[in-house]
């Protein structure tokens, strides 16, 4: 089973450790038991007889239907480094089946000659599942590392562009630099990797080297920030490009899975979209990769990544084929620049992402330990803004590419859900702005590209913002007071057949005062038979009250009434419109334009990537 040495390896997945600042979650890395002890400062596992170290994880499993589908992969080893004598079991990990156990073997690690085994033979065939092993101590020991490798060679060394668009988050973005040059001195993968950081504040202050490009931006938001980015990637030469987010919060091997596995994929298509857990527990996922119909559907929403039963389901199950309407964050997401028909649309944020990755024809791949980790949940985000960036991009899609076509309809229910929503919350500022949304819409694409820096509408939207602004909170909060139980079933009832009390006369002083916290925004449900709702940030140091309206309501309701009926109207001419102008702006030619640059030339599909 020990291969000689002269055979060329290639490591396909380093083991990641957890880290301080990103996650220190034990049980996404590994599971310890008995004399086993993990050192954060060597990162290095120390054994005494007994002690076990256990690597079926979510971020040191190796998914090897992933790498058999998209890469073709049919070698596959496993090499330990460290010292001491050993039980090395390796799983392989079958839906449905009983884990089998291809190498139960006693191994002897010796400092300084990595131990090395050949598992091709040994793995069942089709289907693959996923592999994982674990070391049993024989006596005092050490692991310091191990990798999943194969004698496969890459089909292509990509040139990878990270690309990262900061507006005003000097601090983080200031971090995510230094971790990327500490990264680029110890990484073989240097030559191949380069840092663009596009500062739509111009104010990072960033110092350029020879592995890092700062690029000082007009404030497009993240989908021009991210077209310039792009546009420098290919001026670079760079065969790929990687969409961060501005603080990185993920580990740096995870960008060096990312190259592999781009660098063996057989479908020169091939694109890895990066997971992201929840803000408040690192072991929650948020989504790994995401649907879009009418509105986003995150994938795996709540997987608990310490629990491998969830963990290798997640993994098995996305392994097939992904839907066209599958889409990447881009918090972290990579993908071809030869293959990049459209650039990013000018949405200026929100929905961007969205519609390049089902604009574009890329095949799209989850892996392993590919994660961020953020620091907000997108709940905690929700305002008005949002809201009518959300409504007007979601409109788009829909209206402008043909893959997403879903008719009159259904397009006319986008609308009228994301109304009753805020309408049930008594978020008529709320409803203001969606009207606004809508109405933009129908202006046609010459009006995103007039407003790519949305600096009219934003003003508008602040203007709005009156009893749904965040202000300091004076003394305590006040107290809830529950008359219509909202999760009782009459009441509801009650409650949606009058439109939460809209159809009720004097509703406003006998219904429900509540207290919610941020993160409750859009949970409707809490909501059902209020009349006043006081809502708390995150921390408890802001709030802010909405109450009951009959008037604003039907101001806003007829409002958006006749927005729905002029949609219907022009709903054929519009999707014309839409459909050319989306590829207009969606174009590198949009882009250099409004940015006032050079249009790059042409990608020579080589390397000169990390030489300034």
């Known amino acids: 089973m020990i291969q000689p040495e002269s055979v060329p390896f290639h490591t396909l997945q380093f083991l990641l450790w957890p880290e301080v600042g990103i996650s220190t979650e034990h049980l996404l890395y590994m599971r310890l038991g008995g004399a086993a002890a993990y050192s954060g400062a060597t990162r290095s596992i120390c054994f005494s007889a007994g002690g076990l170290a256990e690597f079926n994880t979510a971020a040191n499993l190796f998914n090897l239907g992933k790498w058999r589908r998209h890469c073709g992969l049919s070698d596959l080893g496993l090499r330990l ?18 884990w089998e156990r291809p190498v139960n ?28 092993f674990s070391l049993r101590a024989l006596g005092e020991g050490r692991l310091a590392g191990a990798a999943w490798e194969s004698r496969q060679a890459p089909r292509r060394q990509p040139q990878l562009a990270l690309s990262i668009t900061t507006f005003r988050r000097e601090e983080a973005v200031r971090a995510s630099v230094a971790r990327f040059e500490s990264f680029m001195a110890e990484t073989p993968l240097a030559p191949h990797l380069h840092l663009i950081v596009v500062d739509n504040g111009r104010s990072a202050g960033i110092r350029p080297s020879n592995h890092v490009t700062p690029i000082d931006n007009e404030n497009l938001g993240g989908s021009g920030g991210f077209a310039r980015g792009l546009i420098e990637a290919e001026a670079r030469g760079a065969t790929h490009c990687l ?47 995401a649907l879009f119909e009418r509105h986003c559907q995150p994938q795996w929403l709540g997987t608990d990544l310490r629990n491998f039963d969830q963990v290798s389901r997640m993994e098995m199950e996305s392994t097939a084929d992904k839907p066209q309407n599958f889409y990447g964050g881009w918090w972290y997401f990579a993908f071809p620049v030869a293959l990049t028909k459209y650039r990013p649309f000018p949405f200026f944020v929100r929905g961007d992402d969205v519609s390049f990755s089902i604009a574009n024809d890329f095949d799209i791949v989850t892996l392993p330990g590919v994660v961020c980790f953020q620091d907000a949940d997108f709940s905690d985000k929700e305002s008005l803004q949002t809201l009518y960036l959300d409504l007007r991009s979601h409109i ?8 997403m076509d879903i008719g009159l309809f259904k397009t006319l229910t986008m609308p009228a859900w994301f109304f009753l929503r805020s309408l049930f919350q008594c978020h008529y500022e709320t409803l203001a702005a ?21 600096a009219e509408r934003r003003a508008t939207l602040a203007a709005l913002r009156k009893d749904e602004a965040w202000a300091p909170l004076r003394g305590r909060p006040p107290r809830s007071r529950i008359r219509f139980n909202p999760h009782r079933l009459l009441p509801r009832l009650l409650m949606k057949a009058t439109l939460n009390g809209h159809l009720l006369p004097f509703f406003r002083l006998y219904g429900n005062q509540l207290v919610l916290r941020s993160s409750q925004r859009g949970q409707i449900r809490h909501t059902w038979g209020a009349a006043r709702i006081t809502y708390l ?16 309501a039907l101001r806003e309701g007829w409002r958006m009434l006749r927005n729905g009926l002029r949609l219907m109207r022009d709903y054929p001419r519009l999707k014309a419109e839409w459909r050319e ?16 640059i050079e249009a790059p030339p042409a990608a020579p599909g080589t390397t000169h990537m990390a030489a300034q």
């Open 581 to 596: 102008g989306y590829a207009e702006l969606a174009s590198t030619g949009f882009w250099t334009a409004r940015l006032g």
């Open 105 to 132: 073997e006693i191994v002897e690690l010796t400092p300084g000659q990595p131990f090395r085994l050949d598992l091709t033979p040994l793995l069942l065939p089709e289907p693959v599942g996923l592999v994982c």
């Open 396 to 403: 788009v899609h829909h209206l402008a590419l043909p893959q």
């Open 243 to 289: 969409f961060m987010d501005d603080d990185a919060s993920v580990h740096m091997g995870a960008v060096e899975r990312t190259w592999t596995f781009l660098a063996h994929a057989t479908d020169p298509r091939t694109a890895v979209a990066g997971g992201m857990t929840m803000a408040n527990h690192r072991w929650a996922l948020w989504e790994s990769g």
């Open 434 to 454: 969606l009207n606004f949304a809508v109405e933009d819409v129908m202006r046609g694409p010459a009006f995103f590209a007039a407003n790519a820096d949305m």
């Open 81 to 98: 480094e460290g010292e001491g004598r050993f039980e090395l079991v390796v799983f392989q990990v079958l839906a449905e089946r009983s």
């Open 537 to 552: 940030s995150a921390d408890g140091s802001q709030s802010f009250t909405v109450r009951h309206s009959k008037r604003a």
